[in-house]
C-alpha cells in the first residue's frame, strides 16, 4: 500500500499546528511541514514532492499550502502550479488561514434557509482573508453581495479581484465606519456574515435591530466581544425573531465550525483521488456541498 504523504507548506515561520492536526485526523500517513515559505524557495520543495513517485503513486502525495497571509499564499500558489507540466504534478489545497473551509461552511449555513438567487448578502470584514472567499462564493451561488470595508479603496480593490474570478458576480463595495453606515449597508439585506478581526464587534444590538429583512445573521469572530451582538460562539440557527424579522436565524463561529471541519477533512481526503487537483473557493465550495 503507498502511504499517502502530505507536504504541508506553510508562509509563517512556524506552521500551523492546527492544520497539522487536521491533516492527521484526514487519514495522512505522512505530514511534512515546512514553514517560511515564499514564491522564492518553493519550488526546490515541489520538486521533492513531484519527482519521487511516478504513475498512479503519483496521486497519493499532495501538497496544503497554509498561512496567516491569504495574499502571501496565493503567491505561493501560483509558483506551485507553475513547477507542473504534462502529467508530472500532485494536487494542491490552498486554504490560508482556513478561507476557504471557514468560507465555505458559513455560506452553506445561510443556504440552509435562503435562496442566494433571491438575497443580497452583506459581508462586513469584507476585505479580511475570510470576508474576501465569502463575497467570492456568494457570487458563485448566484447572489448580491455588498463587501463593506473601512475603507471603500479597499473594498474596490477586492470586488474588482473576485470579478477577475466570478465574471458574472454582482457586487457592490461600500464602506462603514460608524454604526449609521453599517445600518445603511445591511438595509434590505437578508444575510449578514460578519468577517472581522477577532475580538471586534462590527454589528450592535440597535443596529441589528433595525434590519427587518435578515433572515440569517453569521458571526465567524469567536473571541469576546462578538461580531454581531447577541450571537455567541456556539449558537447555531439561533431564534433572533425577537431581535430582528420573524424566523431569522444566527450563527457563531463554532455553530458553523464543525461544518468547516467536515469539508476541512473532506478537502485533504479528496486530494489523493487524483494528482491533479486545485482546490481553491469554488472547489472547496463544491465539496462542502457533498457533506
Known amino acids: 500500500m503507498v502511504a499517502k504523504i502530505l507536504l504541508q507548506l506553510d508562509t509563517d515561520p512556524m506552521p500551523s499546528t492546527f492544520d497539522a492536526v487536521v491533516a492527521v485526523d484526514s487519514g495522512v500517513d505522512q505530514l511534512l511541514r515546512q514553514g517560511g515559505v515564499t514564491p522564492d524557495n518553493v519550488t526546490s520543495l515541489v520538486h521533492g514532492a513531484m519527482f519521487t513517485r511516478g504513475g498512479d503513486a503519483l496521486r497519493h502525495t499532495a501538497i496544503f499550502i497554509g498561512g496567516s497571509d491569504v495574499s502571501r499564499a496565493e503567491l505561493v500558489a501560483a509558483k506551485v502550479a507553475s513547477c507542473f507540466f504534462g502529467p508530472v504534478r500532485v494536487s494542491i489545497l490552498q486554504d490560508a488561514s482556513g478561507c476557504n473551509t471557514t468560507a465555505a461552511a458559513a455560506v452553506l449555513s445561510a443556504a440552509k434557509h435562503v435562496d442566494y438567487a ?6 462586513l470584514g469584507g476585505t479580511g482573508p475570510v470576508g474576501k472567499r465569502v463575497a467570492e462564493m456568494v457570487a458563485i451561488e448566484g447572489g448580491r453581495v455588498r463587501l463593506v470595508s473601512r475603507s471603500l479603496d479597499r473594498g474596490q480593490a477586492a470586488a ?16 462603514a465606519t460608524n454604526a449609521e453606515e453599517t445600518a445603511a449597508c445591511i438595509k434590505d439585506c437578508q444575510v449578514v456574515i460578519a468577517c472581522g478581526a477577532a475580538g471586534v464587534q462590527l454589528l450592535d444590538q440597535p443596529t441589528l435591530a433595525t434590519a427587518t429583512s435578515i433572515r440569517v445573521a453569521i458571526d465567524l469572530n469567536a473571541v469576546p466581544p462578538s461580531g454581531i451582538a447577541m450571537i455567541g460562539a456556539m449558537d447555531k440557527a439561533k431564534d433572533l425573531s425577537g431581535l430582528v ?4 436565524v444566527g450563527y457563531g463561529a463554532l455553530g458553523v465550525g464543525g461544518l468547516k471541519m467536515k469539508i476541512h477533512r473532506a478537502a485533504i481526503q479528496s486530494l489523493f483521488e487524483r494528482n491533479d487537483l486545485v ?5 472547496v465550495l463544491a465539496i462542502g456541498k457533498t457533506i
Open 118 to 123: 433571491n438575497a443580497t448578502v452583506c459581508v
Open 245 to 248: 424579522g420573524y424566523g431569522a
Open 279 to 283: 482546490l481553491d473557493a469554488r472547489e
Open 160 to 175: 474588482n479581484a473576485i470579478k477577475t474570478r466570478v465574471p458574472n458576480a454582482e457586487i457592490e463595495p461600500m464602506s
